[in-house]
Each structure stands twice: as structure tokens, then as C-alpha cells.
């Protein structure tokens, strides 16, 4: 199962991290982190990366079998422990937009040097005043003629750049997003390379003022900055220039053969391994609720022991659909990735057909995504009662880190449209008997808005006259019901945006739904086709098609008002609503059955899982213990003299401030 | 509309702990906080009780006009403060208990000097093994005939006492729960008083194990702690003896006049706290939310300054709903409370008739108060974007504080089928005929269960037939649907576990969505009593009736199956359904309007607040800026020798691990 759902590239590279980890646990421990003030964290991170950074350079030979770690290796080995270091940026974002966006002379300049982390960069763009609306970027870099040079400004307070990683502490250089201006004409948002701290001692360079922005929710190791730029010149150079150049005598020209549509593409594969990472991170979260449930016990029948807490109907509701969504979320993310390689492979021979709806379904994938991942895990909390709020859950500065992929990327609430807008164009266009790609979306549309009555009612309402059990025994006929619930949504939208002439801002409540029945359409049409890559006798189908099951009757009953509203032709009785909720709870329980097997093939280590409630061997108790025997305030050595002090100036002065003779005989 | 909403007691308490706060800002200054570690954090709380404390007890002229604080101006100081010191079990359960529970010489012994402070005290009830199922508690106190002594012993890992608040550092003494034995008899769980620490040094006493538990989420002032006792004598005085008593001999005996239902009565005290301290929570959430969303503009109509964001459907279709809530929760509140106090009155007469509807709501509001409160902050922090994410949004470290008012007191998710169990046994007696006792509760389903049919129908359905203007402009309707929606849920849980035998292990899930249903229309029926003490002509009217239509629209919309699968002759149609979550829209937007007059009326002061983003005079980058360069990775003095270190350990081996003469022209 755990090759089905991880596959055998992520096992690798799983087993390979694990080595150089456990080979080191001076170094890569993350038991204490949980006691660490950020200042602290952010230095076990730093000596992470220099020990990390060695083994990339000199091949030691801490893995016996393969001797070398690759990059692939050293992600894995930042997701096992959970974390994120001042220098990953320079990795995920400085490179790879050079790489893109740099000629071959700015890739000897900058990113040879960077790949061998010579130089540290970081990707400046988002401002104090401004996230979301990048046109509105305040930041101005101007060419000057006179010296052949681009002076780069912060004009403003809300100009700050602020929230860029790797840029606190670390970075040497910024890729800084500035309003381009040649010759008193604004050209437009542009990327330059700024050098912003000294190559001899680090310090910041003149008319730069940088540091880090603060605390944060989570992501505490990482030294999210500020970067304002006073007037800072920098050589004509440094614009990456692969999307426009400036001559020397200032005439601006942008390459011919450029199709905006390609940093859509880097949009939507961003946006995929947001979803499949989520997935990843959910794996942890239900792996320590189901594993800690099954071991907690309370309450139950006199005289018989206590009845384990994953036993409730009202736990097993809450944790085993985030189960099956977890399965789903992995599942579904192999055929979005292959998805995403084929209209790759098409972009590249110059066609561009797929990659509208690649970019509404990542949209809608994101959402689904993180909100799922972000209140799963939250859910995971919860249902560890009293012990999910001690950090040795695992479960809270977890939580925390994750958050942040609700807002980045597009927020949430803002990306729906995106999604929606695909989705009432293409009903719209079908509609009117217009030409649209075919794809998994315009078929759903065009399937069950059936303008022509090209298809029987009997054909289409697959759950007409059916009980509740035959319509969920046929996957089939959920993945019908999920299609027409989605396509009843964007026909009403469509007809008050295009009909009834709703400006977007009134559709913005509306599209959530929308967005979001389409993404559960799609989960599950995704995972239902990696499910069937499986042999048809194979031993993983009947699980996992209870799992497939769990997932499309969370999304159908989630609001049962959206089966209701179905057009009359097409509806559900209420008997029939009433039966999806009974058989929702029915392949509850029988998966509970399977929940501790279940969580176990996805594979998560005890050392990402860091929690006294999820370890392996059930050995809750005892570990929570021993950690908390090792909270700095009862730690021997340190704790005692904390103690101390703590009773003699704050304590004492209390118990015996009237005299403590009275105390003496209690 | 601050005394209308806020009461006039509350605000005077208020304004007196704010000159406290203000006289001495070197140690009440909360702007700090975010930088702290956990022990920092402890120290920083101590020094503030020291103070607390000593103008307690000499009444400091610090107060110009009253020169005197009292309990409840402390209890202002630290909700202002918003966090919670070492010293707070003491005062809040300790002290109490022994007040509840104990004999006059028991108060003499333990009450005198703990309210003194001479003694510091916790209460030791849940262990690490078991929190909900009290009953199951592991911790036991064998009476020892020979010395006259309780011998308290914790059998085994799991026994070991844990959570309990003051525990970890500060208390003496411990009221701890333990399971009686006398002359082999398990007489039941009875609360003992166990002194802990030495009086003189404060070190453990001989066979006690204490310590903190370690860092948790939220709550990181207070020292939960951990007690392991090793068959530890006390004297036999020492058992808390209101409610039992063993003699010398080793006589059991209990005084025959205890009403058990008298502990109901301080469970529903303790929960309305929690559903008022809710709202006043929530307040502070939405004052960030709606001024920063007033302040922070983004994208708009070029040429046009940016819009507020604000101004956008989709941020107030989130927001404004919860300042409707925040005004809903703290005005029913107020109604609870009186009716609590009525119902105290009644006791004290002997008459025990309102207690258990009072205990059925208590649990439900808590339940409501809860979830809204926590989630609304999460909201609160979401629409802030990314700087929701700093802790110089005010809303993380508080979020984190105010997650456990879900846990404790009960579950919510175990706590609905308090409410539940009380709302079907009514219906059920309602439907055979039976005596009830009549209430709110019992008044809604007879009414709507119209058993006889009394009311003819038209007078029951009030909204039949009307549009969904009319149905929505007349607050009387709006309870109607409510409570049918609820007596309609309650009705069809009740058939099928009073005629189909379901248990309540499977009735779990049904249960959550009863129990809302109801404390929905109470909440809506007590904050239409609230608004309903205004005078008919005042001006507060017509806002608050606009905040009563929001709440009310907001639950019936939140899953409009709920309405769909309303029986046949009370059904709504899909246009008034529809027609009600288009209404939801139009009053949000006219709140809008007065979103930030009505948040400056709740009467948040910036010290609560303690937020860049939701300053009164909403000066937020200014303020964002300040805090950051307070980080200490950024502050003169301390940010400079931690960035050379930095630099020097980590960042320059990399940078110059290749020799840096490459890098010097960059």
C-alpha cells in the first residue's frame, strides 16, 4: 500500500534522508525544539544547513549504499524534519527565477555562484503595503543614463519590501520586483538583482536597511525580512533580462516570442505541490489522532476496561473521512502531476489548449488543499482532547507552520474566482454552442447542462429511483451526482453573471461553492483513476474504494441545501439525502476497522511525527514524561536555579509577607 | 451603546484597571510579550502578580478617586492584559472549593491564609490517563486507622495528576481528587487537602514528584503541572468534610440534606462565564479585523485610490456576521446571567425547577460561545492576509490562548448530549402527555410540536406564503423558523432513539447539530430580550435589530438542508430559502457602514488589543515597523552580537567555502 499511495521515488528518498538523519541526531534531533526560543531555532537550523551543505559538497560517506545526497534527498530530509532554514530560499526562489528569467551571462554571474551558496538571495516582491495587488508594487528602479545604472528606491514606509525569506539574516542579494521607469516612461514590474549585504563582512551595503520582520504564527526559522532601499544603484546589468531588455542609451525591447501563458505554467506547478505537500502534512496530523485514539481509552461498560476513544461514533466521524481525504489528496496529486506533464510536454511543442483548465483546477486544488490539510490537522488537535494542546502532540507548532498555505500563492477566498471564472466562461460558451477544449471540466459541463436533450434523463440522473445503498455501492453514480451537484452550481452563477449582468464582487460569496464543488468533483475523478491503475483483483481495491467512497460522501452531505436545490428532473428525495447520510456513517465505521493499518502505510516517520501521542510502539505516556521532565523549568541544571529565583523574589514574598508563622503548622 | 452592550459595572472596572495598567507601564506593558521565551514569559507575569498583590493588600493611592482595588478590578487587570499568571488557580478553584466544601474550622485552616496569599493552592483533579471520565481517576486515599491519616498514592504513570494549573511552580498545597477507601470500602471521589512544598524553602515535600508539563500552545504563563504522590500521609482533618465526613473509628457518613443537583448549579455558573468571556474575546478578534480592513486598501479602479478591503463582499461576507455575533454573544449574556440568578434564588428556596434547563442551555451556549469565538479569531486572522501571520497582528498568541475553552469544562463535542438528552426527553414527555416543566425550551417544542393542533397553521408557519423581505423584516418570524428548524431536529432524534432504539453512542453525531439548532434560537431569543430593555424610540434600535437579522440569517443559511427537509406543511420554498441568503447579503452590506463605530463601542482598549493592525488610531505600518526592529535579532545591543555569531558560525563558511574571490565582484 505504501508504494501504491507514496510511490517508490518518495520511499527512496524517504529511506535515504532517514539515514543521514539518524546518523547524526546531535545535529539532527528535533525532539528539543518544542523548549526552543525562535533566536535558539533558528541557530539548530543554521547548524542543520552547514552540516546539510557539507554533505552535499564532499560526498561523505554517511549513506553506506549510494554515497551521495542529492537536492531530492536534501528536501526530503527538511520534510522530515518539519522546518525550514534562512537558506532555502535561495534554493526554491532566487535560483530557480534566474534560471528562468536570467541570459547566460547573468547565470554565470549569479547562479553559478548561488547553486554553490557563495552568494544567498531571496525573492523581494511582496511590499509592507501591498500582497495580493502587485501592480500596485511602490518600489521604483530607474535607469540612469548618465552612469549606465538602475536606481532602485523604496519611496515610501508602505514600500517596504517585508515577509521575504531568507532575508533577515542571511541573504546576501535580492531579486527585488520594482516599477521599471526609462526615460520618465513606466515600463512596468520588472526583476534586478540588488547586492544588499557586504561579500567581506555582511553588513548592509550603503542606502540599504534590512533585518528580520519578527515573530510569526509559525515559520519561526525562517528569517522572514525587510528590505528598504534608499536610493541604491545597481549596473544596467542587473535587470534579469530574459523578458525585456534596456540598451545602453535606454531603449527598451521585449523578445518576440514570449507567451505570457508560461508563467502560468509555474503558477500551476506551484500550486500542485502545495496540494500534494498538504497531503504529505495531513498524513502526520491523522497519524498521530488515529494512532493516540486507538491507544486512549475512557469511559465504557462496568467492569471491562475502558473503551478506546476511537471507538465513538463521534470520533471515528471526525478523524476517518480526513483519513480517506488523506488517501484522496495523495492519490489525486499522481494524476494532477501527470496531468501537468502533459500540457508541459504540449507547451513545449507549442500548444497551449490545456493549460486553461490546469490552471482553474490547481487553483481550486490549492484551495481544497490547504483548507483541508490546515483545519485537518486542527481536527486532529481537537480530538486529542485535553493532550492535543501540549506541544508534545506534535500537532500545534505543526499547525502553525502550515497555515500560511491558505494565504501564499493566491489567498484562498481571492483564488476561487479564478477557478469559477473558467467555469461560467466554458458553461457560458457551451451554452451558446460555442467551441471549448474538451477536458475532464467542459465534459462534466456539457454532459449535464445537456442542452440538446442529447441524452436521456435516465442516462444522466443515474441515481433516479435508486436506494441510497445502490447509489453509493456504484462509484460511478457519486461521481454523477458530484458532476450534476458542480454543474447546478456554475449554471446558476453563470446565468446571473452573463443573464442578470452580477458584477464579480457580488459573485465572490457565491464562487466559493462553486470553486469548491468543482475541486471535490475533480478529487474524486482524479483518485478514482489512480485507484484503477491498481489490477483489478489486487487486495488494496476494496479498501480503497471504501476510502473513495468516505471522501465523495463528506463532500456530498457536507450541505445537504446543495442536493436539495437540484433542479426537479434531477432530484434526490429526501429519503435518498437522509440514506447518503446513514451510508456516510456506515463506511465510517467499517473503515475505523482498518484506520491503524491504514495510517501506517502512509509511511510518516516517528522523527517528522515528533510527538509523544503518535509514536509507533504506543509508548504514549511514557515519552510524554520523560519530555516534560525536560522543560527547561524542571530540567536539572537549569531548572532549579529558574526555580529558585522565581521563589525568592516572586514567591516567598508572598507566603510570608504577613509572616509565615501561621503557615508553619499546615 | 458601550453601556447598552457592555453593562455599566464592567466599564467602571475596566477604566480602573487601566489606570493601574497606565501608572506603571515598566510592569504592565504587554508589547514585549512576543519576543519572550516561556520562562521569560512566567517571570514577566510574576513580577506583574507581585504587584497585583501588594496593591491588594496596602491599597497604593494608584487609583486617584477610589484608592482601592478590589477582586474585580484584578480580574480586569489580567483580562486586559489577556493572559493568566501562576498565582490564578489559587484564587479561581482553590480558594472555592474549600469556600464550597469545606467546615468553618476547614476555612480557618486552608481559606484564611490562601486568600492571603500565605498559601498557594491548585486543584488536583485530572490525571494523565484520564480527563473526561473523572470517574475512572486513579489517585486513591486510604484512611490509616492506626495514625488517624489519609495515605493519598498514585498507583500507576497514568494516575499521575497533570494539567493542573499553579501546579508546576508556585502552589503549597494541593486539593487533590482522589478515589476514598475506608476499612476496604471504595466510598467515591473526594477532594482532599495535600500540602506539596515546603513552607520553609519550597522544596518538595518527602514522597511528592512535582513538576511543569511543558510547553503547550496557548496558556504558557500559567504552570500546568504534574503531581506524583508516593503513598503520602496527611491528616484525617484534611478531607474537605461539607459533603462527607469519616470519624475517628472510621465511620463514613454523609450529611442527608446535600441536594446533589447544587454542583449543576456551579457548572452552569462557570459555563455562562465562559459563554460571556467568549464574547468579550471575540470582541477584541473583530476590533483588529474590521479597523485593519478599513485601513488596508488594495486593488480598485485605476486612477482611484485603492479600495478598503473592507469594501469587498467576500471580506464582509466573513467578518461582519461575527461583529454581529460579538454583539449577539455578550448581549445574551446579560439575559443568562439574570436568569442564572433567578434560578439561584429559587434554589436557595429549596425549589430546584429551572436548574435543568439552565444546565441543558449552559452547555449549549458554551458550546456556541466557544466555537464562534475560537473560529471567529481564526476568521479575524485569515481576512487580515498575510500580516494576520505576525504576531504583531495581536491574533496569534490569543488565538493560542483562547483554543482550550472548547476542551475544558466539558468537551463541546461530548457536552452536546447534556443539552440533547434534556431537549428529547422534553419532547418526548411533551408528545406523551406528560408534565414539563415550562420554560423557553419546553415552550418552543410544545408550541411547534402542536400535538393537538392547537394553533391552526397558518398562525405556527408564519412565513408561509410571505416573501423573503417580509419574512426577514419581522424579528418574530425569524425565531419562528429557529425554532421550528430546532424542534424539528429534536423531533425526528427523538423518534428514532425513543420508537427505533437507537443508541446514543450512534445518536452522537445527530446530537451536534440538535444542540445547535437550539442554542441558536436561545442565543437569538435572549439577545432579543436584551435589545427589547431599550426604550422603543432609542436610537441603538435600528442597528441592533440589523445585527439581530444578521445572526439570525447566518444560522439558518449555514446549511440550508436544514431548512429543505422541514416537514411538508411548514416547508419553505426554494425561493425563500434562497431569497433568505440573498437578505444575509443586503443587511451585511448595510452593516458595513457602521462596522467601525460599532467595534469602537465595544470599547477594546489598545493595551487588550496589543496589535499594530488594530490600533485605535490606526497608525498600523508605523506601529508594524516599531515592533520589528524591537525583534531581537534586530535590536541595538543584542540583534548585532547574535547576527555576528550567526555570520560567523554558519552563513560565512558557505559563502567563502570555495574562496570568495569569486564572489568579490558581485
Redesign the interface.
Known amino acids: 500500500m505504501d508504494y501504491f499511495i507514496n510511490g517508490e521515488q518518495y520511499i527512496e528518498e524517504k529511506n535515504k534522508a532517514l539515514e543521514v538523519i539518524r546518523a547524526e541526531p546531535k545535529v539532527f534531533d528535533q525532539r528539543n525544539i518544542?523548549?526552543m526560543?525562535?533566536?535558539e531555532k533558528?541557530?539548530h537550523a543554521?547548524?542543520q544547513?552547514?552540516r546539510v551543505?557539507e554533505l552535499l559538497?564532499t560526498n561523505l560517506h554517511i549513506i553506506a549504499r549510494d554515497k551521495k545526497i542529492t537536492q531530492e534527498v536534501l528536501q526530503s530530509i527538511y520534510s522530515i524534519m518539519d522546518w525550514h532554514t534562512p537558506?532555502e530560499i535561495t534554493r526554491l526562489m532566487f535560483i530557480p527565477t534566474i534560471e528562468q528569467q536570467g541570459t547566460e551571462q547573468q547565470k554565470e554571474?549569479?547562479l553559478n555562484?548561488a547553486k554553490?551558496?557563495?552568494?544567498?538571495g531571496c525573492y523581494a516582491q511582496?511590499e509592507?503595503?501591498?500582497?495580493?495587488?502587485i501592480r500596485?508594487i511602490e518600489t521604483t528602479a530607474t535607469f540612469i543614463e548618465e552612469t549606465d545604472e538602475f536606481e532602485i528606491n523604496s519611496p515610501t514606509?508602505?514600500s517596504?519590501k517585508w515577509?521575504v525569506g531568507s532575508l533577515?539574516?542571511?541573504s546576501?542579494?535580492a531579486c527585488v520586483m520594482a516599477q521599471l521607469y526609462v526615460k520618465g516612461n513606466h515600463i512596468g514590474l520588472f526583476p534586478i538583482i540588488v547586492?544588499i549585504r557586504s561579500?567581506l563582512?555582511?553588513s548592509p551595503l550603503a542606502g540599504v536597511t534590512v533585518?528580520?520582520?519578527?515573530?510569526?504564527?509559525?515559520?519561526n526559522t525562517m528569517?522572514n525580512g525587510?528590505l528598504s532601499l534608499n536610493k541604491v544603484r545597481v549596473p544596467r546589468f542587473n535587470l534579469l533580462q530574459k523578458y525585456i531588455t534596456v540598451s545602453r542609451d535606454g531603449v527598451v525591447s521585449r523578445p518576440a516570442n514570449i507567451n505570457p501563458r508560461i508563467t502560468y505554467s509555474t503558477m500551476v506547478f506551484v500550486r500542485a505541490n502545495i496540494a500534494a505537500n498538504m497531503g504529505r502534512q495531513l498524513a502526520k496530523g491523522v497519524t498521530i489522532a488515529v494512532r493516540y485514539t486507538s491507544v486512549r481509552r475512557?469511559?465504557g461498560e462496568l467492569g471491562q476496561p475502558?473503551t478506546p476513544v476511537l471507538d465513538?461514533?463521534?470520533v471515528q466521524?471526525?478523524i476517518i473521512p480526513l483519513l480517506a481525504k488523506t488517501y484522496a489528496m495523495i492519490g489525486m496529486s499522481h494524476e494532477f502531476f501527470a496531468q501537468y506533464k502533459k500540457s508541459v510536454n504540449q507547451i513545449n511543442n507549442g500548444k497551449f489548449t490545456m493549460l486553461k483548465e490546469m490552471h482553474a483546477v490547481s487553483c481550486g486544488l490549492k484551495i481544497w488543499s490547504s483548507n483541508t490539510g490546515v483545519y485537518g490537522v486542527d481536527t486532529c488537535?481537537?480530538v486529542c482532547?485535553?493532550h492535543?494542546?501540549?506541544?508534545?502532540s506534535g500537532l500545534?507548532e505543526f499547525f502553525?507552520n502550515i497555515?500560511?498555505n491558505?494565504?501564499?500563492e493566491g489567498?484562498n477566498?481571492?483564488l476561487a474566482k479564478q477557478t469559477t471564472s473558467y467555469l461560467v466562461k466554458s458553461a457560458h460558451d457551451i451554452n451558446q454552442r460555442k467551441h471549448v477544449e474538451l477536458n475532464d471540466t467542459t465534459n462534466m459541463i456539457s454532459r449535464f447542462m445537456n442542452i440538446d436533450n442529447q441524452v436521456p434523463p435516465q442516462q444522466l440522473f443515474t441515481w433516479s429511483g435508486k436506494s441510497p445503498q445502490d447509489i453509493v455501492s456504484d462509484n460511478s453514480v457519486l461521481l454523477d451526482l458530484l458532476s450534476l451537484r458542480a454543474v447546478s452550481m456554475i449554471h446558476n452563477l453563470t446565468v446571473k453573471i452573463y443573464h442578470k449582468g452580477q458584477s464579480w464582487?457580488?459573485s465572490?460569496?457565491p464562487s466559493?461553492g462553486v470553486a469548491a464543488a468543482h475541486s471535490e468533483y475533480i478529487v474524486c475523478l482524479y483518485f478514482s483513476r489512480h485507484i484503477n491503475k491498481l489490477p483489478s483483483d489486487s487486495q488494496l481495491r476494496p479498501i480503497l474504494d471504501i476510502l473513495f467512497k468516505i471522501t465523495a460522501l463528506s463532500f456530498l452531505t457536507r450541505?445537504?441545501?446543495?442536493?436539495?436545490?437540484l433542479r426537479d428532473e434531477a432530484a434526490l428525495t429526501?429519503l435518498q439525502?437522509?440514506g447518503l447520510e446513514s451510508e456516510f456513517?456506515k463506511y465510517i465505521k467499517i473503515a475505523r476497522e482498518q484506520a491503524v493499518p491504514l495510517v501506517d502505510a502512509l509511511g510518516v516517520p516517528d522523527e517528522k511525527l515528533n510527538s509523544s501521542l503518535g509514536r509507533y510502539d504506543g509508548n504514549v505516556?511514557?515519552d510524554?514524561?520523560e519530555?516534560?521532565?525536560?522543560?527547561?523549568?524542571?530540567r536539572q541544571g537549569t531548572?532549579d536555579k529558574?526555580?529558585e529565583k522565581?521563589?525568592e523574589?516572586?514567591?516567598?514574598?508572598?507566603?510570608?509577607?504577613?509572616g509565615?508563622q501561621?503557615?508553619?503548622k499546615?
Do not use: C
Not at 533585518?211 to 515559520?219: A, C, H, N, T
Not at 492535543?388 to 508534545?392: D, L, P, Q
Not at 445537504?560 to 436545490?565: A, D, K, P, Q, R
Open positions: 518544542y523548549f526560543s525562535r533566536t533558528i541557530e543554521l547548524i544547513e552547514k551543505q559538497s537558506f554571474a549569479f555562484p554553490e551558496y557563495k552568494i544567498i511582496t509592507m503595503g501591498h500582497g495580493s495587488n500596485s514606509l508602505s517596504t515577509w533577515g539574516i542571511a546576501t542579494h547586492p561579500m563582512d555582511h533585518g528580520d520582520i519578527g515573530p510569526k504564527l509559525g515559520y528569517d525587510f475512557q469511559f475502558e465513538y461514533s463521534i466521524y471526525r488537535r481537537h482532547g485535553g492535543g494542546f501540549s506541544m508534545f500545534n502553525n497555515y500560511p491558505m494565504i501564499v489567498d477566498y481571492m464582487d457580488d465572490s460569496v466559493q450541505n445537504t441545501g446543495e442536493l436539495y436545490s429526501r439525502i437522509n456513517i505516556y511514557e510524554y514524561m519530555r516534560a521532565l525536560n522543560e527547561p523549568l524542571n531548572g529558574i526555580r522565581f521563589y523574589k516572586y514567591i516567598k514574598p508572598s507566603l510570608h509577607h504577613n509565615s501561621n503557615s508553619s499546615l
